[in-house]
């Protein structure tokens, strides 16, 4: 691995993961390794405490049964039998002052604390304490009980075992402890890194995408977990800018094929005029020409721009409350002498009053598109007819419909794209903006277009949502 590769492993999702996860394990461990360490020194200790009671019961019944003469020879019988490193028995008087005692050449430093005495005496009953002295490594445990009146019992016993257990048990624990922690350090790396694998694929596949390896997708697993979702995610990411890009590359050369003709036409004009060819009328005429190429050319341009930004959202109309229907007839007496002059009957079925939220001057050319198609697309002697209704889910629809040519099933999926026409509509005037632009208006007012088509004609609705009762 290079070193650079190994300086950014701390930086890593994976590495951070697995510190966490060594660290939770180890805390773990420890705490029950703790409540374990807790529970048998308790044990251990508690049982001292009653070996030492059982030791000072006997000593009591030896006491009333065969006087303290007794008591003094079972002392020094049990201290020998026990051990004198393991156990002291001492005699006192009530002021601490000692009347018989074991061998206490082991335990010659632990004191007689007369404070305690003086406890236990209040309290009558047995009073043990801890005692640890500098000659010792383990702890002793301690215990003053009254034996009968004016003679007190000290007994001691060592809690070496506790203390090999506390020695033993330090030991496993280190050891234990690290061994844990390398566990939890390749298991957590393991599952980290297992866990991680999907977010390592999407890294990759955009690197590779990157370098341009624009139709590189994600694999997916099966599992169906947040990862495959972020793949999932990210392919349709990936599938809608491909599209956009798509859209973005077709655009431009549809623009660039549409720009072409009328700039070049422009220019034969200027030419024509540089030349001096023509009289003062044609140079008039020439620069008219000119001026109504540069309008449409400057049409174009704001219809494409409108349709690009009101589709990536970044323009959105002005709303206001606007009738649609008076809309709607304006736009049928706007287009009757038209469809007059082509001998089309255009008539129109709309109620009094159809309120809607939206940005008059846009539905208005919305609908002026969609009468203007219907009446170029139908033959003479046709008819148009327009309609518009209010829907139970207070949706209102406004339906053109014609008797033209028809659209083909090749052609119907892509009607709506900017600068697409079908061939047969070639020989008719326009730059196949139409569409889109009407339907670019539909879905800024929150509403769509659909289409319906036989070769007896077209019907376009527009369904849009009515404002608020
Ligand atoms: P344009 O009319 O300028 O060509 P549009 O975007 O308005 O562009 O329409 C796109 C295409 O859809 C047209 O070229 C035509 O082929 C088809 N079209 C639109 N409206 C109708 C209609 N009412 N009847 C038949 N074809 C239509």
Request: proline share 4%; aromatic share 8%.
């Amino acid at each position: 691995m290079s070193s650079k590769r190994l300086r950014s492993i701390p930086r890593t999702l994976a590495f951070r993961l697995t510190i966490w996860y060594a660290g939770i394990f180890l805390f773990s461990a420890a705490v029950a390794f703790g409540f374990f360490y807790y529970l048998i020194t308790t044990t251990l200790r508690g049982r001292t405490d009653q070996d030492l009671l059982a030791e000072v019961r006997s000593f009591s019944s030896v006491m009333v049964l065969q006087g303290v003469e007794a008591v003094k020879r079972q002392a020094l019988l049990d201290s020998q039998a026990a051990g004198e490193k393991k156990i002291f028995i001492q005699l006192l008087y009530p002021d601490g002052r000692l009347f018989s005692s074991s061998n206490m050449s082991y335990f010659r430093n632990i004191p007689v604390s007369s404070a305690a005495i003086v406890r236990m005496l209040e309290q009558d009953e047995p009073l043990f304490a801890t005692v640890s002295s500098p000659d010792h490594s383990h702890e002793i445990r301690v215990v003053y009980a009254l034996l009968g009146p004016g003679l007190i019992i000290h007994l001691g016993l060592s809690m070496d075992d506790l203390t090999h257990f506390i020695e033993a048990f330090q030991r496993i624990f280190v050891v234990t402890m690290a061994a844990l922690f390398a566990l939890a350090v390749v298991i957590g790396w393991f599952m980290a890194r297992r866990a991680l694998a999907g977010v390592g694929n999407v890294t990759r596949t955009a690197r590779r995408i990157a370098d341009g390896r624009w139709a590189e997708r994600v694999p997916l697993g099966k599992g169906g977990d947040e990862i495959d979702q972020l793949a999932i995610t990210f392919n349709r990411m990936l599938d809608r800018i491909q599209e956009l890009v798509k859209g973005i590359k077709e655009m431009t050369d549809n623009i660039a094929h549409d720009l072409k003709s009328p700039i070049t036409r422009i220019r034969g004009q200027a030419e024509i005029a540089l030349t001096g060819g023509g009289s003062a009328t044609d140079l008039e005429n020439m620069a008219a020409t000119a001026v109504e190429e540069c309008d449409r050319l400057l049409e174009m341009i704001n219809t494409m721009l409108f349709i690009s930004r009101t589709d990536a959202g970044v323009t959105q109309p002005v709303l206001k409350e606007i009738d649609i229907a008076a809309v709607a007839r304006g736009a049928c007496g706007l287009f009757q002498s038209l469809a007059e002059e082509k001998k089309i009957a255009l008539t129109w079925d709309v109620p009094e009053h159809a309120e809607m939220r939206g940005d008059i001057r846009l539905v208005q050319r919305m609908l002026a598109n969609l009468l203007d198609n219907a009446i170029k697309y139908t033959p003479e002697g046709g008819w148009v007819k327009v309609s518009l209704r209010l829907n139970p889910d207070r949706s209102l629809s406004v339906t053109v419909q014609d008797s033209g040519v028809g659209i083909s099933e090749k052609d119907l999926p892509h009607i709506f794209e900017r600068f697409y026409r079908s061939d047969p509509s070639r020989s008719q005037a326009g730059a196949g903006l139409g569409l889109s632009f009407a339907r670019a208006v539909a879905r800024a007012h929150g509403g769509d277009i659909t289409v319906e088509s036989s070769p007896a004609g077209s019907a376009f609705t527009v369904n849009i949502p009515a404002a608020p009762a």
